[in-house]
């Protein structure tokens, strides 16, 4: 096949797409696919022009001497070019009308591709939120949890602390009740042990009573006993007076006798346990009889003093004690007080 021939064959294949597109009113496809075939249609046409220019050349060649083509041809060729330019033309219109359509269909489909993006990013917005929310309210279950936790924890403590503290005063009162025992065991004892010191010195202070008693009757005794004894002597020195006879005037010089003086001779004769009375006094208390009189009157007082200290200490330390002589005047007291 000629190359006019080929190129007449690819102008008829475009032909053919142009009227496809022309017939096409269901539209199966979309505008930009449809803009993609046209655009290869236009490709087709555009390899077709190259030789079609060239064809066109050579059939407006004037000049015989250069001519080519014989008339038929000449005929053909531009028959050829006229279709040629109107399947160019109508290719291009096409191809305007698909860009538009193409752009139109571009921006519905973009504005499709927001409207779904906007939504996926609502939906996922949307997810996003009730993720939080699910883990707001998780955050929001742990916080309280953990807030009740904590009010348990306080609450008990709080109860630890309170058993403590009844605990700690229980102790403290069990020690208080104790110590209070102990005070009236100690008071208790203390008393039994002043009721028995009471005693004893109320029983020592009687014996005491006692003892100076006996030693006061033997005091007196004794006493009385001197008193005779001296009453006894003087009698005597009396008597001995009386048979002495009359005192004679001195010889050779000598000093007479005093009334009622002895001779040495005499003295000498006399008993140590007697001493010389004078015949003409009568007889007085010695100082031994006095002292003794005496200690005993202070003793007598001290011992009253005592019983009545040791009666008065006994009866608090014993409650309903009855009170003893000591207190009263003993009979021994009296009797010591009397002969004092």
Same mark, same amino acid.
């Given at each position: 096949?000629?190359?006019?021939? $080929? ?19 269901? +539209?199966?496809?979309? /505008?930009?696919?449809?803009?993609s ?29 250069? $001519? ?29 009308? %698909? ?5 139109? #269909?571009?921006?519905?489909?973009? !504005? ?6 906007? %939504?996926? *990013? ?7 939120? *009730? ?16 807030? +009740?936790?904590?009010?348990?924890k ?5 109860? !630890?602390?309170? /058993? ?37 010195? %109320? ?6 009573? #006692?003892?100076l ?13 001197f ?11 009396q008597?001995?007076?009386?048979? *002495? ?12 006798? /005093? ?10 004769? *006399?008993? =140590? ?8 006094? =009568?007889?007085? =208390?010695?100082?031994? +009889?006095v002292?003794?009189?005496q ?46």
């Amino acid at each position: 096949m000629t190359l006019f021939g $080929k190129t007449v064959s690819t102008l008829e294949e475009c032909e053919k797409a142009l009227q496809a597109f022309n017939n096409d009113t269901t +539209l199966s496809t979309s /505008a930009t696919e449809r803009l993609s075939k046209m655009k290869q249609v236009l490709g087709s046409l555009e390899g077709v022009r190259a030789v079609a220019d060239k064809f066109k050349k050579n059939a407006d060649e004037i000049d015989p001497a250069k $001519k080519t083509y014989g008339s038929g041809m000449v005929l053909k060729v531009l028959a050829f070019y006229d279709r040629f330019a109107q399947a160019s033309a109508t290719a291009h219109e096409i191809e305007t009308s %698909l860009a538009k359509e193409s752009e139109a #269909e571009q921006a519905i489909i973009r !504005k499709a591709e927001e409207q779904a993006e906007a %939504l996926k *990013q609502a939906e996922e917005a949307a997810v996003r939120a *009730q993720e939080e929310a699910r883990l707001a309210k998780i955050a929001e279950e742990k916080a309280a949890l953990a807030k +009740l936790a904590l009010q348990q924890k306080a609450e008990a403590e709080r109860v !630890k602390a309170a /058993a403590i503290e009844r605990k700690r005063e229980e102790d403290m009162e069990k020690e208080r009740k104790r110590k209070e025992a102990e005070e009236a065991e100690k008071e208790k004892v203390l008393a039994e042990i002043k009721r028995q010191e009471g005693i004893a010195q %109320l029983l020592a202070a009687e014996k005491a009573a #006692e003892a100076l008693s006996a030693a006061n009757l033997l005091a007196a005794e004794k006493a009385e006993q001197f008193q005779k004894d001296n009453e006894e002597r003087d009698a005597r020195a009396q008597e001995a007076l009386a048979s *002495q006879p009359p005192p004679q005037p001195p010889t050779n010089g000598a000093t007479p006798l /005093a009334v009622g003086a002895q001779s040495p001779a005499s003295s000498a004769h *006399q008993t =140590p346990s007697q001493p010389p009375v004078s015949p003409l006094t =009568p007889s007085t =208390p010695t100082p031994g +009889l006095v002292s003794l009189e005496q200690q005993a009157r202070v003793a007598a007082q001290t011992l009253a003093a005592a019983l009545s200290a040791a009666t008065s200490v006994a009866a608090a330390a014993v409650p309903g004690m009855p009170t003893t002589g000591a207190a009263t005047g003993s009979p021994a007291s009296s009797s010591v007080a009397g002969q004092a």
